[in-house]
Each structure stands twice: as structure tokens, then as C-alpha cells.
């Protein structure tokens, strides 16, 4: 076979798929990731916590299996420096122990119960197969999925969990979980987020807000941790000062029954070069009423839901 010259090889356009294939090369996992949260985000919710018991194995498969773009968990740490994954700073609402999970050892933690609670509080999507649940650790998470799956890391209540960020990052660099685009940290701790990031700066982090009605004036909403001023007084200055060290922006929308974010609020933050995630939206008509408003991904806990309207 004659070898054409290579000008005539440009010209015939038969390097196109190697410049393609290059150009997609120049794209590094983390980028991608960043590059994806423009788009519409799928977060299961503690997994497909509407379905199974929450932070359960179950519920992360469940997820998993469906297809959803994040598993959304906590983590927090046991009194023996183990990182688990689980929402409450007590133990007794979703398992048969009592008291403050920090106060216990792994070993401790994994002789509870976490899944026979759901059974009994939701009859119609009860299974044997929960009970008798175990608490996991973040590693047998990621042993679980690995780089199958994104994770959607909350650095729970890091005041009552010293050491916890350190122990977040040692654990996302020994998986390759931040270079590999695998991902995101979020808190409602500022504090908590640039310790993070002062740990590793390639992190991509989230920060979380939770508007709600000034006790001294209950027509002014304020947000919990004073991160930001309320919805209707925030700024592009604002919104900067978030977007300095974080990707985006996960909020409420509603409180007490009241919307308290609008369509506005969303499309200023946008164009702070902050996506807006949404939680916990459970109901299809409010899925809806949001994806209207151009929110780039919700957080629910029944991504089955969603996936239903996004595909």
C-alpha cells in the first residue's frame, strides 16, 4: 500500500481522529468532573434512601445499580480514628444503640443494627434482607465501587469529629479518588471546607447553605452558619466570596412549606460560576419546579424519581 504524504493526509482529514483523540487526552479526569457539573447532577441521598435503609450498603447498590451520578453520604470518625459513614451525631434514630457515635470504637459500632429500624418505620418497602444492617466504613464504600462511582462526601458535624479532614483526604489520595474526577466534599463548615483544601487543593468542594427565618425578624431569612447573608440580600460580591474556594453551592429551597430561593437566586449564582445543587427533593412536582429553573442537579432519596425526568 502506497503511503500518502503527510500534507496530503492532513488535507484528506485522516489525522481528525487522532487530533480528536488528543484533544480529549489534554482533558484530565478532575476536569471532566468540573467540566460535568455544568450539567444536570443525579445525587442519591444517603443512597436511594427512600428504598432502603440510608448509608446502608443496600442503598448505595440500589443507587448504583440505577445509575444515579453521585452517592451522596456523611462521614464521620469513631473514637479509634475510623472513618464511617453515617448522618446522625447519635446513634439511636436509625440503629439499636444509644448515644454519640463519636463515643464508640468501630468495632463497637459494627455490632449494631442499622437497617431494622426502616423496616419498621416503612412497612411497604420492608425487607428481611436489611436487618441486621452494618454501619460502614468509607473504605468498604470505595472497596465496593472504587472509580465506578462519584462520591458526594459531607464532612458531618466536624466540631464533634476532630481529625476528620485529615483522615478525609488520606483516605481520598490512598483511592486516587480526587485526581481520577471521583469527587466532591461539601459542608456547611467553611471552616471545615478550607481545611480541606489547605490539605489538598485539588479538592473540589461544595458549600452547603440553610436559609431559614431570622428569629428576630421572621420576614428576614438568614442562613445557618452565617456563610452568606440571605437569599435576597446576597451579591455577586457574595457569591464570589463562596466561588473562591468552592465549585458550587448545595441550598434548601424550602422551609416550613415556604420556598425560600427562586429561579433568580439560581441564575446569580450561575453566573458566579457556581452550579446549584438543591436538597432534599423527594417529590416528582418539585423535581420538576426545579429542573424549570435551570438548577444543575438535586439531591434526593429517590433518585429513581429523577432519573425518570432526566432521561
Given amino acids: 500500500m502506497q503511503r500518502l504524504p503527510l500534507a496530503t493526509a492532513v488535507s484528506l482529514g485522516l489525522f481528525a481522529g487522532a487530533a480528536a483523540t488528543h484533544t480529549m487526552a489534554d482533558t484530565t479526569p478532575l476536569e471532566q468532573q468540573l467540566k460535568d457539573l455544568q ?5 442519591a441521598h444517603r443512597g436511594a434512601s427512600g428504598h432502603a435503609p440510608e448509608s446502608t450498603m443496600a442503598a448505595y447498590e440500589l443507587a448504583h ?5 453521585y452517592l451522596e453520604l456523611d462521614v464521620q470518625i469513631t473514637s479509634d480514628g475510623e472513618l464511617v459513614v453515617f448522618h446522625d451525631d447519635t446513634i439511636e434514630r436509625t440503629s439499636d444503640g444509644e448515644g454519640e457515635i463519636n463515643d464508640y470504637t468501630l468495632e463497637e ?12 418505620e416503612n412497612p411497604d418497602s420492608a425487607d428481611t434482607a436489611f436487618e441486621g444492617a452494618q454501619m460502614l466504613t468509607l473504605d468498604e464504600l470505595f472497596d465496593r465501587f472504587g ?4 462520591y458526594y462526601i459531607e464532612t458531618k458535624s466536624p466540631q464533634l469529629n476532630p481529625g476528620l479532614e485529615e483522615a478525609l483526604v488520606e483516605t481520598l489520595e490512598e483511592y486516587d479518588m480526587i485526581e481520577s474526577g471521583r469527587v466532591l466534599v461539601q459542608s456547611f463548615e467553611q471552616d471545615s471546607l478550607l481545611k480541606v483544601q489547605e490539605l489538598n487543593d485539588d ?3 461544595i458549600q452547603l447553605v ?3 427565618p431570622s428569629e428576630e425578624d421572621d420576614s428576614k431569612l438568614v442562613e445557618w452558619t452565617d456563610v452568606t447573608p440571605g437569599p435576597a440580600e446576597m451579591t455577586d460580591e457574595d457569591f464570589q466570596e463562596v466561588a473562591d474556594y468552592a465549585v458550587g453551592i ?5 422551609y416550613d412549606g415556604e420556598e425560600i430561593i427562586d429561579a433568580d437566586f439560581v441564575k446569580q449564582a450561575q453566573e458566579n460560576d457556581l452550579p446549584v445543587h438543591v436538597y432534599t427533593v423527594n417529590e416528582t412536582e418539585e423535581m420538576e419546579r426545579l429542573m424549570g429553573w435551570g438548577v444543575n442537579g438535586l439531591f434526593t432519596n429517590y433518585p429513581d424519581r429523577l432519573l425518570e425526568l432526566v432521561e
Fill in 147 to 150: 472509580h465506578d462511582a462519584r
Fill in 109 to 120: 459500632l459494627k455490632a449494631l443494627d442499622t437497617g431494622t429500624w426502616f423496616n419498621e
Fill in 203 to 205: 479538592v473540589p468542594l
Fill in 65 to 69: 445499580e440505577w445509575g444515579v451520578d
Fill in 250 to 254: 448545595g441550598t434548601n429551597f424550602i
Fill in 39 to 43: 450539567s444536570f447532577q443525579v445525587i
Fill in 210 to 212: 440553610w436559609y431559614y
